[in-house]
């Protein structure tokens, strides 16, 4: 895959910001703007890193980005959603926020995964989401803040 | 959504000709792949070997399919990508469906 930065030294393709190795994206929270940004993610970092970490960062970020639109916005007009990915001595921090409804609880839902069901008709058919999310990253925070929702984690990858 | 399904030795394999199962297409992947599995025949087996990302909506709707094909007929994997295998392992999945390697005779079945 070509590397969107080599791409953009043309200055073609300005959507995304890129200030002090910092990749910001901003899009209104439905699955195909999710799908859009997670195209832009992986064009931007695959460049930087093995195929197995660019997997990696584009299903703890679509597991997030999902609930967002899922939970978040559940009830509500869909309103923005903010993609902040930065580059660090300990990896990539990335920060997802938006302005939909609180986590149940003002916290992160535990996320254990669920345990096979023995019987086929007793299986889940969701409900992987946070446990795949915590199995994936490190540091996974949560903040509600002033009518928004700030969800943050590393990524122990060291991009090239 | 872009299936496409033929019949090999008795078990009706379905391409999946879409790069991504996600949360975006997860509900038409379902509906879809519920109306090509109508006919005869007591083996499904998804060919995945096209599809390089799955989150777990689309997991989701893989696990529904299975569900709605039993007891008579059973859903089975093959073709697993890199990515996609790394979530069936997370979420042990890999434990409950049949996977196998590659897309049993690949081309040399009758399409349907």
Not at chain 1, 74 to 83: F, R, S, T, Y
Not at chain 1, 128 to 137: D, N, P, S, V
Not at chain 2, 8 to 25: F, L, Q, T, Y
Not at chain 2, 28 to 34: E, N, S, T, V
Request: glycine fraction near 10%; charge should be negative; proline fraction near 6%.
């Amino acid at each position: 895959m070509q590397c969107e930065m080599t791409a953009r030294k043309d200055g073609r393709n300005a959507d995304a910001e890129q200030a002090g190795g910092e990749f910001h994206w901003a899009f209104r929270a439905d699955p195909g703007a999710v799908r859009e940004a997670l195209g832009r993610v992986v064009a931007w970092f695959s460049c930087q890193m093995s195929e197995d970490e660019a997997g990696t960062l584009e299903l703890a970020l679509a597991e997030v980005l999902n609930n967002v639109v899922e939970h978040g916005y559940a009830g509500l007009d869909p309103g923005p959603v903010n993609l902040c990915i930065s580059r660090g001595p300990d990896g990539l921090s990335c920060r997802i926020s938006d302005r939909g409804n609180p986590m149940p609880g003002l916290k992160l839902p535990d996320g254990e995964m669920q345990p096979v069901a023995d019987e086929i008709e007793d299986m889940a058919e969701g409900g992987w989401g946070w446990a795949m999310i915590r199995e994936l990253t490190r540091d996974l925070t949560y903040q509600r803040g002033d009518q928004s929702n700030c969800v943050s984690f590393r990524l122990p990858i060291t991009p090239n | 959504m872009n299936l496409s399904s033929q019949e090999v030795d008795g078990a009706i394999v379905v391409h999946v000709n879409e790069n991504r199962i996600d949360a975006a297409i997860a509900i038409q992947f379902k509906d879809r792949l519920r109306e090509m599995t109508n006919g005869p025949g007591d083996r499904v087996i998804l060919d995945m070997s096209r599809v390089d990302f799955v989150d777990s909506s689309g997991l989701g709707a893989i696990v529904s399919a299975m569900k709605f094909l039993a007891p008579t007929r059973k859903l089975e994997l093959a073709a697993l990508t890199p990515n996609v295998s790394k979530v069936f392992r997370l979420t042990r999945m890999d434990s409950v469906f049949p996977i196998h390697a590659s897309v049993p005779l690949q081309g040399a079945g009758n399409a349907v």
